[in-house]
């Protein structure tokens, strides 16, 4: 079972129509509503479970710029503006903090690694260096275990993902916009090719804008448009502890483990790297597209074949049917957690022997949406006017979730972008470019 996520309200009255409606009510769909209904458009969400129940609650809660993509570098600079703001944005403490973020070095090729990218990063690189001797020692107190050297940056920070997404959601409700929950969205109305609203399990919605933010669900929800979107979910596990005297400040990153402190004292902690992709109809579909991260990335990832291929949310089952659409009957994905985020766990009590013998208070899963570059989509689709899609994180949605949102928000509404969304464009992925992952953090 998920962790326990802030409860929202709900508005029970379905409009008759909207502005824009959104699909999805994970951290970039509420930051979207929240900054729509500030520009004053009437904006109506919809999530078919409850607000962050998928990997906006699950992620590790990490705030990070280090380590990005260089394409993503303008956005997440944004988004690292409007975090420390955020508990005077929503009125509520969403737990963000500038605690610093490392990536641990084993050796000398993992250093000339993080040169590189601090080279690609060029001047938006801003605080991140690398550290090692006594500089890493005391980002690491306690540590019995010494490594070669760190990525560091100490701007970097963490936030709460059970609190940060329904805080989110309830400022963007005071602000006017409407949060339907356990409304489920079957379908996307168009007419003349263009977007005219959306059909959902409570009756249809007609607005002329439709923001696509549905996370795991998006490619499937985007193919009966004759939309073509590559997109891959992986399952990652975390756990949780008690409270921790003495323990580190700084989250980190190294090949087994990774961690972050938490409001309450304690840790999430994950397994590093290793995430597990269950093959399912899309894996075929899609293999082509993602070929070149799967051979760069093979030794994180590993391969799984289930009950899934049939049965689940992107299984061969029909998406409608006497139960109702493939969304109700998955209203909240809940993968089981793998048995090797123990491993993580004892990892780290080697490294930091102060967690020894504290208690895992909950172990979880959660399914990341990937792109074949790790680049998110966040774009108007050129074929089908008033459709703008949101989705693709590939693990790193929630940092820049704020941002994503507004950018979001600016592009339904055709106000100046945020940031300049090239890089960003669906029609990437078809148009033959063949687009690829540049970095491997």
Known sequence: MGPAVDPVPTDDARPDAADVVIIGGGIIGVSAALFLAKKGVSVVLCEKGHIAGEQSSRNWGWCRRMGRDPRELPLIVEALKLWPAMQELVGEDVGFRRSGILYLCRDDSDVAFHEDWLKRAG????????????????????????????????????????????????????????????????AIDTAGGRVCGVVTEKGLIRASTVIVAGGAWSSRLCRPLGLRLPQLVVRASVLRTGPVEGGPETAAWADGFAYRKRLDGGYTIAGGALSYHEIVPDSFRYFRDFLPMLMNEW???????????????????????????????????????????????????EVFPVLKGVPVLQRWAGFIDATPDAVPVIAPVKSLSGLVIATGFSGHGFGIGPAAGRLAADLATGD?????????????????????PTTGV
């Open 123 to 186: 001047d938006y690189a801003l605080d991140t260096r690398l550290i090692d001797g006594e500089a890493l020692s005391a980002q690491m107190p306690g540590a019995r275990r010494g490594f070669r050297a760190a990525l560091y940056t100490p701007s970097d920070g963490r936030a709460e993902p059970q609190k940060a997404a329904p805080a989110i959601a309830r400022a963007a409700r005071r602000a006017g916009a409407k949060i339907l929950l356990n409304c489920v969205v079957r």
């Open 299 to 349: 030794r994180s990832v590993g391969l799984r074949v289930g009950a899934g291929f049939v049965t689940g949310p992107a299984g061969l089952a029909p998406a409608l049917g006497d139960s109702g659409s493939v969304y109700e009957r998955h209203r909240t994905l809940d993968p089981a957690p793998v048995p090797h985020i123990d491993q993580a766990l004892r990892t780290m009590e």
């Open 416 to 436: 100046a972008p945020l940031v300049d969304p090239a890089a960003f464009r669906y029609e990437r992925f078809i148009d033959g470019t063949r687009p690829r």
